[in-house]
């Protein structure tokens, strides 16, 4: 994410297909065309195709485990693999943001503290705490599924729906900072969750069904929710780490309500 300002370059201009490429810069490692450059006001639109972006994730991770299953890997092994691919599409994007998160609402002793602390590199306790339940909880599920089919469907919805979460945090919750991501992106119009929310619900309904579609939503929901008031509570509103931190409790809310209902 470069300066858009030479003429050597292809700029961001707005657009379903543009804004698809600002959130694959954003929330992936994948490879794109080269000279394609944006700033951070882009995702002030382009994040209505966030939940996009959990088709890829999800479908990449969900091949390789439904693929390692019927190799005949034990489903706690193609969990792991799963997992492993997911953090090497992303770059273990949202896993840092939970854990930088994590550490400061942990361990400091106020607004400005809990900051200093999410934006330093440095892990700790709390960081590694957390991460240990949040991967451990997806393998877990993972590994409990009854056929590696559903794994694949929970994998793709889970990954879709938590990813849907984040423009709404865009465009509900103030910014933390007076700088960094959240506050570059800014305030979404309405129109970007709306079309946000459309995406999940057809994705949750054709895979999963209306029954158990509805649960993943409504669980993401949750999960959003609640990690979005302690982050209100905590440092009084959102950043880059928080959304991050959103979209990783909601995929686990996803991924638990529908392992129960099953």
């Known amino acids: ?18 804004d698809f490429m600002v959130v694959l810069v954003f929330l992936t490692r994948l490879p794109i065309k080269p000279g394609f450059t944006f700033d951070m006001s882009a995702l002030k639109t382009a994040c209505r195709a966030f939940a996009l972006i959990g088709l890829i994730v999800g479908g990449a991770s969900g091949t390789v485990y439904i693929l390692a299953a019927y190799m005949g ?8 693999l799963a997992m492993a691919v997911q953090i090497i599409v992303t770059g273990a994007l949202h896993e840092d943001a939970i854990g930088d998160v994590a550490d400061g609402f942990g361990g400091g002793a106020d607004k400005e503290k809990k900051l200093a602390i999410m934006r330093d590199s440095r892990v700790g306790t709390y960081a590694v705490t957390a991460l240990i339940i949040v991967i451990g909880l997806k393998i877990a599920v993972l590994g409990s599924m009854p056929d590696p089919l559903l794994g694949f469907a929970f994998l793709v919805v889970a990954a879709t729906l938590s990813r849907g979460m984040m423009t709404w945090a865009l465009y509900l919750m103030p910014t933390a900072r007076e700088d960094g991501l959240g506050h570059g992106a800014g305030r979404p119009d309405i129109i970007a969750p709306l079309v946000s929310t459309v995406i999940c619900v057809l994705i949750a309904i054709l895979v ?10 409504m669980s993401g929901i949750i999960g959003a929710s609640l990690m979005g008031m302690i982050a209100n509570r905590q440092i009084g509103g959102q950043t880059g780490d928080v959304l991050g931190a959103i979209q990783q409790m909601s995929e686990i809310f996803i991924l638990v309500a529908c392992l129960a209902a099953i």
Do not use: C, E
Not at 1 to 18: A, E, F, H, I, L
Not at 73 to 80: D, K, R, T, Y
Not at 208 to 217: D, E, H, K, R, S
């Open 73 to 80: 890997l034990p489903l706690l092994v193609s969990a792991i």
């Open 208 to 217: 999963l069904g209306p029954q158990l579609g509805a649960i993943a939503l």
């Open 1 to 18: 994410m470069t300066d858009p300002q030479s003429d050597n370059r292809k700029v961001y201009k707005g657009g379903w297909v543009q």
